[in-house]
T-cell receptor, first 112, second 115 residues
Framework: GEDVEQSLFLSVREGDSSVINCTYT??????LYWYKQEPGAGLQLLTY?????DMKQDQRLTVLLNKKDKHLSLRIADTQTGDSAIYFC????????????FGAGTTVTVRA | EAGVAQSPRYKIIEKRQSVAFWCNPI?????LYWYQQILGQGPKLLIQ????????DSQLPKDRFSAERLKGVDSTLKIQPAKLEDSAVYLC?????????????FGDGTRLSIL
């Protein structure tokens, strides 16, 4: 994951919005993904965005992509306790032969 | 649809022993992946299959790791002999095809502890 970087921790109050940020280095990235991992579980695909888009909204989730700055963010509206998990940013591009490159994950803790 | 199935969920072995993991992908998915996820890190690809052929095994430590997908459906990943640094979660994922517009769906993983 050295090509994808994320902040390690985020603490947010229940009901507030969460914003998880990710930066990547591969300028040829085609698709960028957000996965959620709960304790003891595998990775659940939350959403993904094609590189020619700058925004995608899916219910409480909003993905913003700034391709010029190679910056991806995930906003979770009205954060709930069930949103507590590790969130992984991942990208696929020509530079890495279209393999999924993951960040180290952001641990989101939702407090009451 | 049923998700990616993996077994066992947990495995504890001593170093230098052998271990095998099994994966059953989503029905109809041609592409299968094995990842290694070390604690505190994101998953790292070990091997990718397209049907029963290997597409990419460049990051598989071939002196001790092997994987097969003989009939193009289920797959097994083996470690022989295991080292302490192999302690990790081994995740299997599948996608409809290997194309970049096809998202990968993950199983719950096998958590391996080496004593």
């Amino acid at each position: 994951g050295e090509d994808v970087e994320q902040s390690l921790f985020l603490s947010v109050r229940e009901g507030d919005s969460s914003v998880i940020n990710c930066t990547y280095t591969d300028s040829s990235s085609t698709y960028l993904y957000w996965y959620k991992q709960e304790p003891g579980a595998g990775l659940q695909l939350l959403t993904y965005i094609f590189s020619n888009m700058d925004m995608k909204q899916d219910q409480r989730l909003t993905v913003l992509l700034n391709k010029k700055d190679k910056h991806l963010s995930l906003r979770i509206a009205d954060t709930q306790t069930g949103d507590s998990a590790i969130y992984f940013c991942a990208e696929r591009g020509v530079f890495n032969d279209y393999k999924l490159s993951f960040g180290a994950g952001t641990t989101v803790t939702v407090r009451a | 649809e049923a998700g990616v199935a993996q077994s066992p969920r947990y495995k504890i072995i001593e170093k230098r022993q052998s271990v095998a993991f099994w994966c059953n992908p989503i029905s109809g998915h041609a592409t299968l992946y094995w990842y290694q996820q070390i604690l505190g890190q994101g998953p790292k690809l070990l091997i990718q299959f397209q049907n029963n052929g290997v597409v990419d095994d460049s990051q598989l430590p071939k002196d001790r790791f092997s994987a097969e997908r003989l009939k193009g459906v289920d797959s097994t990943l083996k470690i022989q002999p295991a080292k302490l640094e192999d302690s990790a979660v081994y995740l299997c994922a599948s996608s409809a095809t290997g194309q970049s517009n096809q998202p990968q769906h993950f199983g719950d993983g096998t958590r391996l502890s080496i004593l």
